[in-house]
């Protein structure tokens, strides 16, 4: 590998990679794609994309943080490439704030000031920038790029990034941001691909994982998203609560004699899909399950994510075309057909069939709007950025 970039995702126990080479023409192509898994507990090493001749490692590996499974990588790769340097290494990054519209060369005042955004992302913004300082550990010399997650939401109009408080508080940052930046940056790059022409018009992007948020484009541009000041907000997600009446957590503070600690752990760990199933966050676990809970909560799901569409089909005046990415919104039918049939009143009529199949087109021929399934690849929105950095020099 001549020109290979280091693509990294740290998460609070598991560290997502991918190797991406560039050619003499400035194409990407990706050597490998993988993931630590378990770090700092019975740990797991999957590279499930490589080369059709390459080796798929799966193996069980012993890592207590980061910078071990980092090592690690390193190491492995090192066997299989002897001598291997890379270009640079990118990073996914949450938060960004107000002051990063796009990807940075990471240095030690940039990454202080990434810190101080650590309290608008507790559940991210930590680990990514700990996987940053890491890898400068390991490889001091090494060009490290941050990629910010919210950056592809600095398009929104001034009024969508307003909450309706006092107007001091915009000065102290208090505003909507938007996440899952890198996954609508790639849904906006290929949205012509699938969609033609229309791909400009008014499309509504569902990004439903793990974490799971909404994002309204025009001409492929955000003008609206359903997370704001953290990626708490919007509709409900694994662990996660989303949107939310302030006056609970006021009752709760009150009432109940819970902690601000408390408080976080109830929102980001044990409310959302968890929370209401009792059973688990995983929709592959509750479409499993016949418990009443775990139908309750899958329905939950569905009716505020087809709300909450609704919602930035108004911020739109209408809607052409809606997107379903990421790891439920890929691969849940079950899922998607029921977002879509509560949404048959704005003209989407779903084609079972097709959506069985994951698409990519699941709406009729004759569908006012089209519903579609779209794979993101926010690695190499991430390589692009990086790759574009080292060029530029």
């Not at 490589?50 to 690690?72: C, I, K, R, T």
């Not at 109940?256 to 899909?273: A, F, K, N, P, T």
Request: proline share 4%.
């Amino acid at each position: 590998m001549d020109t290979p970039l280091l693509i990294l995702n740290a998460g609070s126990s598991s560290l997502k990679f991918a190797v991406v080479e560039a050619d003499t023409a400035g194409r990407l192509n990706a050597v490998y794609r993988g993931i630590f898994e378990e770090i700092g507990r019975t740990g797991r090493f999957r590279v499930f994309h490589v080369p059709a001749s390459g080796d798929v490692a799966d193996q069980a590996a012993a890592a207590a943080n980061h910078e071990q499974a980092l090592q690690y990588l390193l190491d492995w790769l090192e066997a299989r490439h002897p001598g291997l340097e890379f270009r640079a290494a990118g990073h996914r990054v949450v938060h960004g704030g107000t002051d990063y519209s796009g990807p940075v060369r990471i240095d030690e005042q940039i990454l202080a000031e990434l810190e101080r955004l650590v309290p608008l992302s507790p559940l991210h913004q930590p680990h990514n920038l700990g996987g940053i300082r890491a890898l400068a550990r390991l490889r001091p010399q090494l060009l490290q790029i941050a990629c910010f997650d919210t950056a592809f939401h600095h398009t929104l109009p001034a009024l969508a990034q307003n909450f309706a408080l006092p107007r001091e508080l915009r000065a102290l940052g208090i505003r909507r941001y938007g996440f899952h930046g890198l996954s609508y940056e790639h849904i906006a790059n290929v949205l012509p691909n699938y969609l033609g022409a229309a791909a400009e018009g008014r499309v509504v992007v569902a990004h439903l994982g793990n974490g799971a948020s909404l994002c309204a484009m025009r001409q492929r541009h955000s003008v609206e998203t359903s997370m704001s000041f953290t990626p708490l907000d919007g509709i409900p997600m694994a662990s996660r609560c989303g949107a939310l009446d302030p006056g609970v957590l006021l009752y709760l503070l009150r009432e109940e004699g819970m902690s601000v600690q408390q408080l976080d752990e109830l929102l980001h760990y044990r409310s959302g899909l968890l929370g209401v199933s009792g059973l688990s966050g995983d929709v592959r676990v509750l479409q499993a399950s016949n418990h009443p809970h775990a139908i309750e909560a899958l329905d939950l799901f569905a009716y505020r994510v087809s709300q909450a569409i609704a919602g930035h089909a108004a911020a739109l005046e209408g809607l052409d075309a809606l997107v379903f990415t990421a790891g439920i919104g890929e691969h849940a039918c079950a899922v998607r057909a029921a977002i879509c049939r509560r949404l048959a009143w704005l003209g989407l009529t779903l084609d079972e069939a097709v959506n069985e199949r994951h698409g990519p087109c699941i709406s009729q021929a004759g569908s006012r709007i089209s519903a579609w399934v779209i794979p993101t690849d926010e690695e190499s929105v991430m390589a692009r950025h990086t790759w574009d950095l080292v060029v530029a020099g």
